[in-house]
C-alpha cells in the first residue's frame, strides 16, 4: 500500500489493496481460531476419559485383606 498523507481519502487500487490485506488477515486468524478449537476438543476429550477412569477405579469393589 503506498505511503499516504494523514487525512487522504483511498483511492480505489489502495481500497483494494487494504480490502485484501484484510482477507488474508481473516483467514490467517480463522485458520488459527479454528486450530485452537479443534485444540480444545482433544483436551476436553482427554480431560473426559481421565475423570470416567477415575470414577470407574473407584466404582470398583475393594478386595478386603484375610487374615
Request: charged letters at 30%; hydrophobic letters at 45%; proline letters at 4%.
Amino acid at each position: 500500500m503506498p505511503n499516504l498523507k494523514h487525512g487522504e481519502p483511498l483511492q480505489g487500487r489502495d481500497l483494494i489493496s487494504l480490502a485484501q490485506k484484510l482477507a488474508r488477515d481473516a483467514e490467517k486468524h480463522a485458520i488459527l481460531s479454528a486450530s485452537l478449537a479443534s485444540q480444545a476438543d482433544r483436551l476436553m476429550v482427554a480431560g473426559l476419559r481421565q475423570l470416567e477412569l477415575k470414577q470407574a477405579d473407584e466404582a470398583k469393589p475393594r478386595r478386603r485383606a484375610v487374615a
